[in-house]
């Protein structure tokens, strides 16, 4: 008998959908949006001209390949532009990877507390998504390399992780790649990796260029500030970036975000000045709310995840309900089993000095926001 209406194929109504933190305060309450991880320094003024030059053309399709968004990044980290590839945010990027190597039953593995995308990715591509434990909020090789399977088909590594904000150091990736088969392709997702100030880290770059079966993830997102334009890119072995290209959309990067991509990573100064900045406010913001008796796992993205107690009146979801009346709106990540905390974006100076005295009225008993 056939069905009333079209469905879906199996799996797809399995999917929780993503759902991105809030971004909205109650009224009359100034919003200070600390809950996607945006930078609080907006993007380059040169990007912001690149992108508003492309109006008087918006009539025309963009370059279907980005090539002189490739070429930019290319000359920007020593890339051969052949083997890169961009797409809408590094989501897309993501997906694409997963449905050109996970079909149904084969499986996609990430760590426990990675990125949602991956699970996301994995069951639309009619694949398992796999989860190996983490150990104190950060991937744990050992555990990963164990489960995999013959059906492993992907290993998705965010480095550094989001919502955690813990890292691998690169001797670490290493072992994990050396203990993958070779048919297993290892994603590395780096979208903070220009936050990152630690000496045994990589992002990705190195193992890229001598191996066959890894691809490097990066994104404009963050640190950038073209989260609005949706622009990320990879690079990855010639046979992979041929594979993504065959299935991506023909156009699916803007000439906007194309424009402004390419000023933006010319405008170095404004890169250092954000790095400057998160420097200075991530361990600033950290030692103030750990001072408060908070546990803060610590962090080298631009962000910072604060675990509460269970008891009542000082749960995350009373120190979220908390803060929101002061308009400081922050992640709830209970959707990655993480209910006990909340994530904090690292904002400007007033925003980082606002939530840690809103914090120190709600654990001195504050009950009015």
Not at 170 to 177: A, G, S, T
Not at 240 to 249: Q, S
Not at 331 to 343: F, I
Request: contains cysteine; glycine residues 8%.
């Amino acid at each position: 008998m056939s069905a009333a209406r079209p469905t879906p194929r199996k799996g797809v109504l399995d999917i929780e959908a993503y759902v991105p933190g809030k971004s909205a305060a109650p009224p009359g309450v100034k919003l200070h949006k600390l809950s996607s991880n945006e930078t609080p320094l907006g993007a380059s003024p040169r990007a912001i001209e690149a992108y508003r030059a492309v109006a008087a053309k918006l009539e025309f399709y963009p370059d279907g390949s980005a090539t002189k968004l490739r070429e930019a990044i290319g000359a920007r980290y020593g890339l051969d532009p052949a083997r890169l590839v961009c797409g809408a945010g590094s989501d897309e990027i993501l997906n694409l990877l997963a449905h050109a190597y996970i079909g149904p039953g084969d499986e996609g593995l990430y760590s426990e507390y990675g990125f949602l995308v991956y699970k996301i990715a994995i069951t639309a591509a009619g694949g398992v998504p796999v989860v190996a434990k983490e150990r104190n909020n950060t991937a744990d090789v050992d555990a990963l390399i164990a489960a995999v399977t013959p059906r492993t088909k992907i290993v998705f590594l965010a480095n550094p992780n989001n919502p955690t904000g813990t890292y691998l150091p690169f001797d670490e990736v290493k072992r994990l790649h050396r203990g993958l088969p070779a048919n297993v392709l290892l994603v590395l997702d780096a979208a903070y990796a220009e936050y990152v100030r630690r000496n045994d880290y990589e992002s990705g770059i190195e193992l890229v260029a001598t191996s066959d079966n890894v691809v490097m993830a990066r994104t404009f997102s963050k640190i950038y500030g073209l989260a609005g334009l949706r622009l990320g890119w990879a690079y990855g072995p010639a046979h992979v970036i041929d594979a993504l290209n065959r299935i991506r959309g023909p156009f699916n990067v803007s000439a906007p975000a194309i424009e402004a991509g390419i000023a933006a990573l010319a405008d170095t100064e404004h890169l250092e000045a954000a790095v400057a900045h998160n420097d200075r406010w991530l361990a600033w913001t950290a030692k103030e709310i750990a001072a408060l008796g908070l546990k803060v796992t610590p962090s080298v993205g631009n962000f910072l995840l604060i675990e509460f107690s269970t008891d009542k009146g000082r749960t995350a979801q009373d120190a979220d309900a908390f803060l929101t009346q002061r308009g400081l709106i922050l992640r709830a990540v209970g959707a990655y089993g993480l209910g006990k905390c909340l994530r904090l974006t690292i904002g400007a100076a007033e925003q980082n000095e606002l939530v840690v005295a809103a914090l120190r009225d709600f654990m001195s008993g504050a009950r009015r926001a």
